[in-house]
């Protein structure tokens, strides 16, 4: 860790600045600090105006700068995808499976084409989320003459642009346009064809991960050749105990060879890893096992969701999968993380830790960083009992660093109690933290009615509606009291 002493002194005492090669970057003061003046605590809003705005600034005074955010309004109350995602999926039979497929690309105006291209997107977001590029970069896509083969060309070539290096065994070329167009694609981004008779013995030695893509749920009787064979090779890898020491098998929407319904009906077929559910999930997935089970195909309209009783889970943000079903246990102690940064020397450092703040904040935010100005906010109460919690940074000078709060959360009264604080931004995909020391100080009350009074009219609401790090009776009473608030202040 290289030290550099800040050239600058701020009522007589230094700020130290550390750095780190991989998560570089230390402002502490180097000396206690008085504590602030005290101040009451703000009254309550009256019930007949709003004279004062609950959300007050707070501001970190000389010599140590620190940090935190404003709350976001009833953010705490919002559900995870993962929650929602925890109850009964719907699975479909063949046959309701079919009609959906009819509906979609009839009245609701889909084509062939548009499902496979979202289907064929969705699986390839799934592989890259499991099987990550540099463990797994090898990828055999192997594809069947319908419509699950096209999805599996799909996938191709979004799995060519995420960086993994791609093959294709496609013995069966559907002489349509569509299909050929899908291969003329992958021809011109140079991908392989791989003809059956040339496909190692070892299918270990040269892939990573092998997508089935042969049969969907339309599929009927037996699998002739040369599928069969190619059948067979995946039976023979999955029956491997250690998955380390072959290459993870993914199926698209069916295991290929599986009854729709039924799933392995005589024991006899192959175990994927991964199953990528596309719509809704088909009988046949309740017999799946294997630790990794997404949906895709993020395009379900609300009257197929009604007319067959769809209960699905939500995607999160602007994923095209989501993961079904329990997580696999993972090793907590066999997590690793290759952290790849240029250099950082002594002679690259600002020598006022304020403006090295500046230039890496900046830099975060034109790296396009969700949040780069979130942080993560540590109080301790008198008896020295510390919380955390995350908060977004509002303003930052050579005075310290500014955020907004309600006077009557647990920070506030942590903070009344014991003003001394820490704050840390992370900025994971920069491989760069900071941390800063120091007192906490209230800004002038002006300054928050102006910041108060700046904010959108809802957020307004919010924050008055919201009694922080206080326990309610349930979600309705905070939408309850929204409304009022709306209704008795809707001249503005």
């Known amino acids: 860790m290289l030290t550099v002493a800040a050239s600058r002194l701020r009522n007589k005492s230094a700020t130290a600045a550390a750095f780190s090669l991989a998560m570089p970057f230390l402002l502490s003061s180097t000396v206690p600090t008085p504590p602030p003046p005290s101040h009451p605590r703000s009254p309550s809003p009256s019930p007949h105006s709003l004279p004062l705005p609950p959300a007050r600034r707070a501001l970190v005074t000389a010599p140590a700068p620190f940090l935190a955010l404003r709350r976001r309004a009833m953010a705490s109350l919002a559900v995870s995808a993962s929650a929602a995602a925890s109850g009964e999926v719907t699975h479909l039979s063949q046959r309701e499976a079919?009609?959906?497929?009819?509906?979609?690309?009839?009245?609701?105006?889909?084509?062939?084409?548009?499902?496979?291209?979202?289907?064929?997107?969705?699986?390839?977001?799934?592989?890259?989320?499991?099987?990550?590029?540099?463990?797994?970069?090898?990828?055999l896509v192997i594809c069947g003459p319908g419509?699950?083969?096209?999805?599996?060309?799909?996938?191709?070539?979004?799995?060519?642009?995420?960086?993994?290096?791609?093959?294709?065994?496609?013995?069966?070329?559907?002489?349509k346009p569509l299909y050929s167009g899908l291969c003329t694609q992958l021809e011109s981004l140079a991908t392989l064809f791989v003809p059956v008779e040339d496909l190692t013995e070892n299918l270990s030695e040269e892939f990573d991960i092998i997508?089935?893509?042969?049969?969907?749920?339309?599929?009927?009787?037996?699998p002739r050749p040369p599928f069969d064979d190619l059948i067979n090779r995946l039976v023979s890898l999955s029956v491997i105990g250690n998955s380390a020491?072959?290459?993870?098998?993914?199926?698209?929407?069916?295991?290929?060879?599986?009854?729709?319904?039924?799933?392995?009906?005589?024991?006899?077929?192959?175990?994927?890893?991964?199953?990528?559910?596309?719509?809704?999930?088909?009988?046949?997935?309740?017999?799946?096992?294997?630790?990794?089970h997404f949906l895709g195909g993020r395009f379900v309209p609300p009257p197929i969701l009604s007319k067959y009783k769809l209960h699905l889970p939500p995607y999160p943000g602007t994923s095209m999968c989501v993961r079904i079903g329990k997580a696999p246990s993972v090793d907590i102690s066999s997590l690793r993380e290759n952290y790849i940064s240029p250099e950082l020397l002594e002679n690259q450092v600002m020598p006022d830790p304020f403006d090295q703040f500046v230039r890496w904040f900046d830099e975060a935010v034109t790296a396009g960083l969700r949040e780069p100005n979130a942080m993560a906010l540590t109080t301790a109460n008198k008896e020295g009992k510390p919380s955390s919690r995350m908060v977004l940074l509002k303003g930052v000078d050579k005075q310290g660093f500014v955020w907004y709060t309600n006077y009557g959360s647990q920070k506030a009264h942590d903070?009344?109690?014991?003003?001394?604080?820490?704050?840390?931004?992370?900025?994971?995909?920069?491989?760069?933290?900071v941390r800063v020391e120091g007192s906490v100080q209230k800004v002038p009350e002006e300054e928050s009615e102006k910041y108060f009074h700046s904010r959108p009219r809802g957020s307004q609401l919010g924050a008055i509606v919201s009694k922080q790090s206080t326990v309610i009776p349930g979600r309705e009473v905070l939408q309850q009291a929204y409304k009022e608030l709306e209704q008795k202040y809707s001249d503005g």
């Open 98 to 139: 079919a009609e959906i497929d009819e509906q979609l690309m009839g009245q609701l105006g889909f084509s062939v084409d548009h499902l496979m291209e979202l289907a064929g997107l969705s699986v390839a977001a799934a592989v890259a989320e499991v099987y990550k590029l540099g463990e797994h970069t090898r990828v």
């Open 211 to 222: 997508i089935d893509a042969m049969f969907g749920f339309s599929f009927h009787g037996t």
């Open 147 to 175: 419509n699950n083969g096209g999805d599996g060309l799909v996938a191709a070539r979004h799995l060519h642009h995420f960086g993994y290096k791609l093959s294709v065994c496609y013995p069966k070329r559907t002489p």
């Open 245 to 292: 020491k072959r290459p993870a098998i993914v199926s698209v929407d069916i295991p290929s060879g599986w009854h729709v319904e039924e799933g392995d009906v005589n024991g006899g077929g192959f175990k994927p890893d991964m199953l990528v559910s596309l719509t809704a999930p088909k009988l046949c997935a309740k017999k799946f096992t294997g630790p990794h």
């Open 415 to 433: 903070l009344s109690e014991n003003p001394n604080a820490a704050l840390l931004f992370y900025w994971n995909e920069m491989n760069r933290q």
